[in-house]
């Protein structure tokens, strides 16, 4: 199906493990970006990549790693979890991004509903 | 998001009143400015965009408008409905060209 899709949409799992969320979109847009959206606090950026084997850190990394070796799949690591990190998490795409002269929309995937226990 | 002001935070309104959404930024690195809709349980969604060749932009109730010299553009619904009670995000540019960062959101809530 063509789009951005996330992998698992629900998630438990226990304080300490390790948990990767999969993100995977077929438009081949360069830009790809992993938000966490707890209540009150909007969405945070946690990483992007401008392509494949670009990666930046956002605002809130601290805990998470990620990889980009192929154009489509932007997975999203948490090395330890922890219950702070207990949240919606949201991958998106987008062909240019916003803060280019001519940037464009960003797609969202469903979002992954993890909690951490 | 990084110098990302919007505002008000909530906002509620009678069906078929109009409303605004504020957001205001730094960086003025980009030309597009985009808003976002994200209702209860769902992924946000484009619902307009502006590019700074402009400085207005119309789709049925929704309007954009953009002041690149006060750096700030706004959101206008007019003839509210329920299904307009939703999030609303603004996504200016800031922080850096390679980034998508969000104003905190405003709830909007429109009563019947």
């Known amino acids: 199906d063509a789009g951005i899709t996330q992998s698992p949409r629900y998630k438990i799992t226990e304080t300490g493990r390790q948990v990767t969320l999969m993100c995977h979109q077929t438009?081949?847009?360069?830009?790809m970006f992993w938000y966490r959206q707890d209540l009150g606090h909007g969405l945070r950026l946690i990483y992007y990549?401008?392509?494949?084997?670009?990666?930046d850190k956002g605002e809130v990394p601290d805990g998470y790693v990620v990889s980009r070796s192929k154009t489509e799949n932007f997975p999203l690591t948490l090395e330890s979890a922890t219950r702070s990190q207990t949240s919606v998490y949201f991958c998106?795409?987008?062909?240019?991004?916003?803060?280019?002269?001519?940037?464009?929309?960003?797609?969202f995937g469903q979002g992954t509903r993890l909690t951490v226990v | 998001g990084e110098n990302v002001e919007q505002h008000p935070s909530t906002l509620s309104v009678q069906e078929g009143d109009s409303a605004v959404i504020k957001c205001t930024y730094s960086?003025?690195?980009?030309?597009?400015f985009p808003w976002y809709k994200q209702e209860l349980g769902k992924r946000p969604q484009l619902i307009i965009d502006?590019?700074?060749?402009?400085g207005e932009k119309k789709d049925q109730r929704i309007a954009v408008t953009l002041n690149k010299t006060a750096k700030h553009f706004s959101l206008h619904i007019t003839e509210t409905q329920p299904e307009d009670s939703a999030v609303y995000f603004c996504?200016?540019?800031?922080?850096?060209?390679?980034?998508?960062?969000f104003g905190t959101g405003t709830k909007l809530q429109v009563i019947p």
């Open positions: 438009w081949s847009h360069s830009y």
């Open positions: 990549s401008a392509a494949a084997d670009i990666t």
């Open positions: 996504a200016p540019p800031s922080g850096g060209y390679q980034k998508v960062t």
């Open positions: 998106a795409s987008s062909e240019i991004s916003t803060g280019h002269k001519g940037g464009t929309e960003a797609f």
């Open positions: 960086d003025s690195a980009s030309n597009y």
């Open positions: 502006i590019r700074s060749n402009v």
